[in-house]
């Protein structure tokens, strides 16, 4: 006959075990928060009960996924997260914002396999390369043999930056389809990066998109500096609608706005693109952030509150501004995948083929990702065998 302590330490025993299983099912209807890569929810196992909780460790070998699902999109609805678009655009700016700064020359064979595994992902809006001097950009020296060896890759746009007429000249030479002109917020960044007055440069981009009109060549929009400035400080948001007005005045179809040195935080943000869209529709903004202080994702998510749909980004978060001492690259495309895919935003990006394509670049520099999500999913034992991320 079992003795009292033993019939009481059973039944506490089969109640824990009941508890256990009531937060695994609760767990199960996250559509796939906790869900074993690869399998279907049909097959989800419930996770193994512990026998204590003393630990504060839940002992598992389930793996966190976000593979973009409809059924999680119903959860955008929820009134904290404002009005997120269903559908958002990456805009990939590694090849170009990138690579850019890179003290050793990547080989053109190098650029040109990056470009292809990132359309191969499913980006849709890859930008190329710059045709600027190489005598200020020695690294994208070889424009035009890039754009000559993607001619054939089909399934995404590919623009390129074009400083000046004479850029914009060279880049409709080399068969370019679509360019972007870059201005600043800040005055003092402005002379430092392009050598000229916020209007001087504001003057030589109505000649470019004049000329690219002519042609029927679309031209996006980048302002550098939205809320901080390496050498003024503080931004303020009418600095950045006074450039933003201007450059949709003279016909440029999308306008993306930088977070040059990664200083914003959503207080710094809002403001700005409350005061930008007075005078730019906000179907036409962009947003592009660096990652320093790591606000890069908190800063899109308030960004897509307010109706924004573009985000630009850079695969395995290269990138940096060589005028801003500390300033590290551009949040990384996989980490804002990951994010999109768990609010059920569609991105159409594989984020595993990205990841691959992070990884070759990495290698090729010599050093590691700075993708948090990469390198967590990285260290998940199914990942490269069963992950249909």
């Not at 690219?212 to 550098?224: C, F, N, Q």
């Not at 992070?358 to 998940?380: C, Q, Y």
Request: aromatic share 6%; glycine share 8%.
């Amino acid at each position: 006959m079992l003795s009292s302590k033993v019939i009481g330490y059973l039944s506490k025993r089969k109640s824990l075990t009941s508890l256990m299983v009531l937060v695994s099912q609760k767990h199960e209807m996250a559509d796939g928060i906790y869900m074993n890569l690869g399998q279907p929810k049909s097959q989800i196992h419930e996770p193994p009960v512990v026998s204590t909780l003393s630990s504060h460790r839940f002992i598992s070998n389930y793996h966190y996924t976000t593979i973009h699902t409809d059924s999680i999109t119903t959860h955008t609805q929820h009134k904290l997260l404002g009005d997120i678009p269903r559908f958002v655009k990456i805009v990939e700016v590694g090849p170009r914002d990138g690579l850019q700064n890179e003290k050793d020359i990547v080989p053109t064979s190098v650029k040109v396999e990056l470009i292809k595994m990132l359309v191969d992902s499913g980006l849709q809006v890859v930008e190329a390369t710059s045709f600027v001097s190489p005598k200020w950009v020695p690294q994208l020296a070889d424009a035009k043999d890039v754009i000559e060896a993607i001619k054939s890759v089909g399934g995404a746009r590919f623009p390129v930056l074009t400083p000046n007429l004479k850029g914009l000249e060279a880049a409709l030479a080399a068969g370019v389809k679509e360019v972007a002109v870059f201005a600043a917020a800040s005055e003092s960044f402005s002379r430092s990066n392009i050598n000229c007055s916020i209007d001087e440069s504001l003057a030589r981009y109505r000649d470019v998109t004049s000329a690219a009109r002519k042609h029927s060549i679309p031209v996006r929009g980048y302002i550098s500096c939205v809320v901080g400035c390496p050498m003024e400080g503080n931004v303020h948001p009418s600095k950045v609608a006074y450039v933003a007005d201007e450059l949709y005045k003279m016909g440029c179809n999308e306008i993306s706005l930088g977070d040059t040195i990664g200083v914003g935080t959503p207080g710094t943000v809002v403001p700005m693109i409350e005061a930008v869209k007075n005078v730019v529709p906000i179907e036409k903004l962009a947003v592009h952030f660096h990652d320093t202080y790591g606000q890069a994702l908190s800063n899109i998510l308030v960004s897509l509150q307010m109706g924004i749909s573009v985000v630009d980004s850079s695969v395995s978060g290269l990138g940096g501004c060589p005028y801003a001492k500390g300033a590290t690259g551009n949040v990384a495309t996989e980490d804002v995948v990951y994010m999109l895919n768990g609010l059920g935003v569609k991105t159409n990006v594989n984020l595993k083929k990205l990841m691959l394509a992070g990884d070759f670049i990495r290698k090729h520099l010599g050093r590691p990702t700075e993708s948090k999500a990469a390198t967590a999913l990285s260290k998940t034992t199914l990942f490269c065998a069963t992950s249909k991320l």
